[in-house]
């Protein structure tokens, strides 16, 4: 992974593997952004699956386009979301989109429900509920780097959630967390979530 130390490779294949291994992401669902000890920012291809990340599934994005220096699929397309957030919260060094059960079906359930359980969510640095874009777009990259300036985490709108961390390690320490909030708060509201 050119731009990345050794260190750094090896800490992101572990958490990655450690997000995979504690139900945060599945399959090909679930990406992740980092910046490396350059101040170049890495994220990872499009289908890649983290549980099992290869160097080859990172690439490094050099101002609008990725440099890879072999054949396959580009960035995820939470790619423009990463360096919106990576550009706004200059002390983060991880940016990760889960897509775990519970914090999922908290972005399915609304901003009701997420507002009446700030009391549940206070001790994660801030938690904010993001209408729904269409996933991809500039617009929603604009939307989340906009709540992420304040808080650490962004609930998407019936799609999943977007952390950020001052290292990889960081990032999935605050998505277990999120992941611990909601399951309880499903747990306290009984099978309607409400």
């Not at 699956?49 to 054949?71: A, Y």
């Not at 995820?76 to 550009?87: C, E, H, S």
């Not at 640095?125 to 985490?153: H, K, S």
């Not at 001052?166 to 309880?184: M, R, S, Y």
Request: charged letters at 20%.
């Amino acid at each position: 992974m050119a731009g990345m130390k050794p260190g750094e490779i090896k800490g992101l294949t572990a958490a990655c593997r450690r997000m995979y291994e504690g139900g945060l992401v599945t399959g090909a669902l679930g990406a992740v952004g980092v910046r490396t000890s350059a101040g170049d920012v890495m994220v990872s291809r499009a289908g890649s699956r983290l549980g099992f990340l290869e160097d080859s599934d990172i690439l490094l994005m050099n101002g609008t386009r990725p440099q890879s220096g072999g054949k396959g699929k580009g960035p995820t397309r939470d790619a423009g979301i990463f360096k919106a957030v990576l550009a706004v919260r200059r002390e983060a060094g991880s940016v990760i989109r889960i897509n775990s059960p519970y914090a999922t079906a908290l972005a399915h359930r609304g901003r009701k429900v997420l507002e009446k359980s700030q009391g549940l969510l206070e001790d994660l640095g801030g938690v904010v509920f993001v209408p729904f874009y269409r996933p991809g777009t500039a617009g929603l990259a604009g939307a989340v780097a906009e709540v992420l300036r304040e808080n650490r985490i962004a609930i998407i709108e019936g799609q999943g959630s977007v952390v950020w961390g001052t290292d990889i390690e960081d990032a999935v320490d605050q998505a277990e967390a999120l992941e611990a909030a909601a399951k309880v708060i499903f747990l306290l509201n009984g099978n309607n979530g409400a």
